[in-house]
């Protein structure tokens, strides 16, 4: 069995504990390490799994470890665990989550031959439903970079990409729950507004995404034709739509993709070369 610890047992450590212990992988193969002993006894009670408070404790004798501190922590935190990692009998395979931090700024802060992977997961992974972009660095072997996808694949959707397309991909998939939540959250008011009770506009709204989304990953239409079918000549649907577009629709969501991939690039930035990172947060 492969043997895990996530460092930093936050939204994200916790939506990869989830998915990986909901998708099958043993609990007590899997430790988290925080800074509150108390986020460690909530994660333990509610998934079995060891947690620790000391980072390099919660590595040792571990296959793979999952940085899920914030970027601008993630080079420290790496550097600190780095004589921890060359211990260990077999190769530990280091797989950072962070937003922007390169393969190169967490590749100069270990011992060469170390393999490093960068993951731009998504929250859905709690739910076993996360998009996960897998990009490997300079000495991940093919075997290695299968076994990390191999694991990500219990906790959703995998695919691998070039570290060039990371931004992007942040911008696609890592930060953008975060826009259908706030379209999901726009729709139930536009609910509320023409008198629904906020339950039932919620379920409403809930249940259109969700039924859309199936839509998509499971028939042959793309949205294009999916939107067209509903839209009949000088319907309300058409109305509906016509209204979004009028009100820039698709400019907002050119915009935010771009300044969120430009976010990235900016931490990335901040984070090469300084293994102290920067002050400022993100996400
Ligand atoms: N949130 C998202 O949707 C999302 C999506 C894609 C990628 N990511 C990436 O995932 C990473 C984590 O983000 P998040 O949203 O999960 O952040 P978060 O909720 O703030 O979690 C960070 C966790 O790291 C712990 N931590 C901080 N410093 C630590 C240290 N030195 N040693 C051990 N644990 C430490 C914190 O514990 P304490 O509370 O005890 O300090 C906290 O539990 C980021 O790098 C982010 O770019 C996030």
Redesign the pocket.
């Known amino acids: 069995m492969t043997k895990i610890a996530v460092?930093?047992?936050?939204?994200?450590?916790e939506a990869l504990i989830s998915g990986l212990v909901n998708g099958g992988v043993s609990a007590k193969d899997v430790h988290v390490?925080?800074?509150?002993p108390e986020?460690g006894r909530e994660l333990t009670d509610e998934y079995g799994i060891i947690d620790f408070t000391d980072?390099r404790q919660a590595i040792d004798g571990v296959d793979v470890v999952f940085l899920?501190?914030?970027?601008k922590?993630?080079v420290a935190?790496l550097a600190e665990l780095s004589d921890a990692i060359d211990n260990n009998a077999e190769d530990t395979t280091v797989i950072s989550?962070?937003?922007g931090v390169p393969l190169k700024s967490l590749e100069d802060v270990v011992s060469a031959g170390t393999p490093v992977v960068r993951v731009?997961?998504?929250?859905p992974m709690l739910v076993g439903r996360g998009m996960c972009a897998v990009a490997g660095g300079r000495f991940v072997s093919d075997d290695q970079l299968d076994q990390v996808s191999e694991l990500l694949d219990t906790v959703g959707d995998v695919v691998v990409v070039e570290e060039n397309q990371m931004d992007a991909v942040?911008a696609m998939s890592?930060?953008s729950?975060a826009y259908l939540f706030l379209v999901a959250e726009a729709m139930i008011d536009g609910g509320v507004n023409l008198g629904l009770p906020r339950e039932l506009a919620s379920q409403l709204a809930v249940s259109t995404l969700t039924g859309a989304a199936h839509m998509m990953l499971e028939g042959d239409l793309g949205p294009s034709e999916l939107r067209a079918n509903v839209c009949s000549p000088g319907g309300t649907t058409i109305a509906a739509v016509r209204a979004l577009e009028e009100n820039g629709i698709r400019a907002a969501f050119y915009r935010a993709t771009q300044v969120c991939a430009q976010r990235s690039a900016e931490i990335g930035r901040m984070s090469a070369g300084s293994a102290s990172g920067s002050d400022e947060d993100?996400?």
């Open positions: 460092i930093g047992g936050g939204k994200i450590g390490s925080n800074r509150r986020r980072n899920c501190v914030k970027p922590d993630t935190v989550m962070a937003a731009m997961p998504n929250t942040t890592g930060s729950p993100e996400d």
